[in-house]
C-alpha cells in the first residue's frame, strides 16, 4: 500500500463516518405531529383557534402548516448506526493526527509498527514505504529485537525475491539476509543459498553464422541480487571451453579467452565487472556440423567468499547458460545491408568525428567518432586520407568499429601514428563492412552506404 493511501483511506473513512453519525444524530421520523420549534411540546389536538404554544407561549398562527413556527414529526435517533460511526470516525481522526505528527514532527513512526505491519508493508510496490520497512527491520534485526520465527519468515521471503528473476531486486531483502547473518540468526543453509543466488550470468551467441566466419560469443554479468555494500566476493573460473551440445566431441581453440575474474558484489554495481567479447576461427571443427539449429553452452565454475582474502568459501557451484545459434552454409550471407534512401540523411547527420594529436607534434593521433541515435546498425573499417591529396586517393585504415541501431551518445576510437598522415585536415571514411558486423553478437543489418566526412580539423598541439 502506498504512502499516499495511508492518508487518503482514513480522510475518505473519516468524511463517511462524520455523515453517517449527523443522519443517525437526525433519526428517523416516527410520527406527523405538529411540534412547536421553540420548545418541542407536542401541538397535536390543540384548542380550536389557538394561535399560541400553551407551553413557552410562542406564536405559532391559526394555520400551522403556514407557520414557520411549528415543525412536523418527533423523530428517533438511531442508536445502532450511531455506535458503529462514533468508534470509526475516532479511530480515523487519531490515525490522521498520527500521520500529521509523524510527518510535521519528524518522527519516525515505523518504529512503533508490529512486525506484521512492516512485512506488509516490505511486500508492498510503494518504494519509499518499502525501503523504509525494510530498513526498520534490519535494524530490529542487528539489535536483537527481531528473532525466532518472523525473523526466518521474512529470510525465507528474502530469498524467494531473490530467486525470482522476473521481479526487480530490491537491495533492502539482501540487507535483512546479511544482517541476519551478522546477528548469528541465520541457518548455513540459507545463507549458502543466499550466495549461490547472488549473480547470474547472460550468455549470447550470434544468432546465425556463416560456416568460415567467427563464432562470436559474448558473456556479461547481471546486476548483483545482494545488499548494497555486501559482504561477499565472487570468483569465476572459466575452465573448460565452451561446448556445442549438438557436437561435444568438437571444441574450438581456446584464442581470445579470458579465464578467470573476480570482483566484490554490491547491488549498487552491475556485479562482478566482467563483459567478455570471445571468437574462434571456426572453418577447421564446423566441417563435420550440420547446418542448421545448435546450442552453445559456457561452463563456469563460481565461488562465492565472504571476504576479499578467499579463506573460506560460502559455496561453490557451476553455472552452465546456455544460448542457441543457427549455422548457416558457406554460401549464404548473415549479414544484410541496407541501402534505403529515407535512412542515407539520417547516418550521416547523426554521425560526428573528432581527430585530436596526442603528446605534441611527433605523438599518435586519435579518432574519435560519436554516434547520436542512428536507427540502423553500422559496421564499417575506418580510413583516412590527407584531404588536400584525395584525388589521389591514398587511403590508410586505421581501425573498425561498430555501433548497435539506436545506440545513442556511443562512440568508438582509434589511433594512427602521425608518419601515415599528418596534415592539418584529413577525410574520414566509415566503409561499410559485413566481416566487422559478422564479429559481432548482435549486428545482423548495418548501413550499407560509405559515409565521408571531408576536411575534418586535427585538433592539438
Known amino acids: 500500500m502506498s504512502s499516499i493511501s495511508w492518508m487518503v483511506i482514513p480522510i475518505v473513512t473519516g468524511f463517511a463516518a462524520a455523515a453517517a453519525l449527523a443522519f443517525a444524530w437526525r433519526g428517523r421520523r416516527v410520527d406527523a405531529h405538529p411540534i412547536c420549534r421553540k420548545c418541542g411540546f407536542d401541538l397535536f389536538r390543540r384548542p380550536p383557534g389557538a394561535v399560541i404554544c400553551p407551553e413557552c407561549g410562542a406564536e405559532i398562527g391559526i394555520s400551522l402548516r403556514d407557520s414557520g413556527a411549528v415543525r412536523y414529526g418527533h423523530r428517533q435517533k438511531r442508536q445502532g448506526l450511531a455506535l458503529i460511526a462514533a468508534p470509526i470516525l475516532l479511530i480515523c481522526v487519531s490515525w490522521i493526527g498520527l500521520l500529521a505528527w509523524s510527518h510535521f514532527g519528524g518522527v519516525d513512526f515505523n518504529r512503533f509498527k508490529p512486525v506484521w505491519w512492516l512485512a506488509a508493508q516490505a511486500r508492498g510496490k510503494d518504494m519509499p514505504s518499502r525501503d523504509a520497512a525494510l530498513a526498520e527491520l534490519c535494524s530490529r534485526v542487528t539489535v536483537g529485537q527481531l528473532r525466532g520465527a518472523p525473523l526466518q519468515a521474512l529470510v525465507e521471503r528474502a530469498l524467494d525475491e531473490q530467486g525470482d528473476a522476473s521481479k526487480k531486486w530490491t537491495p533492502g531483502w539482501g540487507n535483512l539476509v546479511e544482517a541476519a547473518h551478522g546477528a548469528g540468526a541465520l541457518a548455513a543453509d540459507r545463507w549458502q543459498r543466499y550466495a549461490r543466488q547472488a549473480v547470474s550470468f547472460e550468455f549470447a551467441v550470434r544468432p546465425k553464422v556463416r560456416r568460415g566466419d567467427p563464432l562470436p560469443l559474448m558473456v556479461s554479468t547481471l546486476p548483483a541480487r545482494v545488499a548494497r555494500g555486501s559482504c561477499l566476493y565472487c570468483v569465476s573460473s572459466m575452465r573448460r571451453r565452451p561446448e556445442i551440445l549438438e557436437a561435444p566431441e568438437l571444441t574450438p581453440s581456446a584464442e581470445r579467452w579470458t579465464p ?83 535512412l542515407r540523411s539520417e547516418v550521416s547527420e547523426r554521425i560526428r568525428f573528432q581527430i585530436s594529436r596526442n603528446q605534441g607534434p611527433r605523438g599518435p593521433v586519435s579518432i574519435r567518432i560519436h554516434d547520436n541515435g542512428v536507427s540502423v546498425g553500422l559496421a564499417f573499417d575506418i580510413l583516412i586520407r590527407d584531404a588536400d591529396s584525395a584525388a589521389e586517393g591514398r587511403e590508410h585504415r586505421v581501425g573498425e568499429g561498430t555501433f548497435a541501431p539506436r545506440s545513442r551518445n556511443s562512440s568508438v576510437g582509434c589511433e594512427y601514428e602521425p608518419e601515415v598522415l599528418n596534415g592539418a585536415r584529413a577525410d574520414v571514411i566509415l566503409r561499410p563492412s559485413v566481416a566487422v558486423a559478422a564479429r559481432t553478437v548482435y549486428l545482423t543489418e548495418i548501413w550499407g552506404e560509405e559515409v565521408v566526412i571531408k576536411n575534418v580539423p586535427v585538433d592539438g598541439p
Open 260 to 342: 578467470f575474474f573476480s570482483d566484490r558484489l554490491d547491488a549498487g554495481g552491475a556485479g562482478p565487472s566482467l563483459s567478455v567479447s570471445m571468437g574462434w576461427s571456426i572453418p577447421e571443427w564446423t566441417a563435420q556440423m550440420p547446418v542448421g539449429a545448435l546450442t552453445a553452452r559456457l561452463p563456469l565454475e563460481l565461488t562465492i567468499y565472504e571476504s576479499p582474502s578467499r579463506s573460506l568459501p560460502v559455496v561453490q557451484f557451476r553455472c552452465d547458460p546456455q544460448s542457441k545459434w543457427e549455422l548457416l552454409p558457406a554460401d549464404v550471407q548473415s549479414v544484410r545491408t541496407l541501402t534505403d534512401p529515407n
